[in-house]
């Protein structure tokens, strides 16, 4: 006889589409059909003989909201399923991820490597604060593979980095840094943002950590902050599970909410996306007065043998540098009527951003110089509204930028 499948093994057959769907719910006595919120601190035993049970993890349930919650839960096996990862843990911002992953793990004496194109918390995290607990980092071109092998030593614990970066969009082939990682015995932690785990699967090709910001697409209507580590059981139990239950970085459970409802619709917003971003990154590149225009979806991006090697689909995030500098690209945003001005991503609404004097303001003309972020560079991220709409805006933004 062999035994009844478990309901993760059931769910692990499903494609995606369902697995987002009804991965991972919990129903309780009254067998509601959406996911429930269950906005509670703490949990009741029936008898003290069952706290004790608990306290000693003889008995599965829950403790304590911090350490665990139901609707949480719910969200970590959705997502967990989706990544196709042995455990995820869900915290209260990307940062707060980004944060726990590192800091659980690295420690004196440790030498982390990390792409320079970064976001910018990211970078602060790896350059100031790691320095502070004697955690040497060194900062690389992410695009090259030599680089990274020319930046080992023999006390390098960590390769971390973002592909595609914001906001240039270069890329970093995970396959290649995973090889050199697992020869050094370093693990490979990627920042998996911008591709969205619907375009890019960092665990198959050969990472051990994935990050993400789940107050971009997983939430993908500007609503909650989040965000999440995937990794092994091994990780979680020698390093995160720990430093996760006692620093307190846990989600809101009205929030984990709100991004498993979101990840039932995740694969049509992403594809829409995609498929529009794709018409205006074509329009643009076609336009005098643009530059460059920067897309994982089009032949002539850069690093186009990385994006078909690790991609399945060209996202929908867009670069461009606009001819006239600065004041050009103000225009740009400033005619933009439908196309909002703000420095988030990964919304329903069409976002746009000038890096230069936003979220890479800070780190000076050198280092943007650096990174290749022209003054005239506007990073794009691609709504769910019809792209004629979307084209008629860029048409007029770009209509503006020429007027000097
Ligand atoms: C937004 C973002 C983060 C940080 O996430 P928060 O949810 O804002 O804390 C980290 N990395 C990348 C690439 C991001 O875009």
Partial sequence: MTAAKTDAEIAAEWATETQLVHGGTLRSQFGETSEAIFLTQGFVYTCAEQAEARFKNEDPGYQYSRFANPTVSMLEERLRLLEGAEVCRVMATGMAAVNAALMSYLKTGDHVVAARAMFGSCRYIVETLCPRFGITPTL???????????????????????????????????????????????????????????????????????????????????????????????????????????????????????????????????????????????????????????????????????????????????????????????????????IKISNNLGDAKSLITHPPTTTHYRIGPAARAELGIGDGMLRLSVGLEHANDLIADVERGLAAARMA
């Fill in 140 to 338: 690389i071109d992410g695009r090259d593979i030599n680089e990274w092998r020319k930046a080992v030593r023999p006390n390098t614990k960590a390769f971390f980095f973002e592909t595609p970066a914001n906001p240039t969009l270069d890329l970093v082939d995970i396959a290649a840094v995973s090889k050199l990682a697992k020869e050094i015995g370093a693990l490979v932690m990627v920042d998996n943002v911008f591709a969205t785990p619907m375009l890019q699967r960092p665990l198959h090709h050969g990472a051990d950590v994935v990050i993400y910001s789940a107050t971009k697409h997983i939430d993908g209507q500007g609503r909650c902050l989040g965000g999440a580590v995937l990794c092994s059981e091994k990780f979680l139990t020698d390093h995160l599970q720990d430093y996760f239950r006692q620093t307190g970085p846990s989600l809101s459970p009205f929030n984990a909410w709100v991004m498993l409802k979101s990840l039932e619709t995740m694969p049509l917003r992403i594809a829409a996306q995609c498929a529009n971003a794709a018409k205006v990154a074509d329009y643009l590149a076609a336009q005098p007065g643009v530059d460059r225009v920067i897309y994982c979806g089009r032949k002539d991006h850069p690093q186009a043998d990385i994006v078909a090697k690790q991609m399945t689909g060209g996202g929908q995030m867009i670069a461009l540098e606009v001819a006239g500098g600065k004041d050009a690209a103000f225009r740009f945003q400033n005619a933009l009527r439908l």
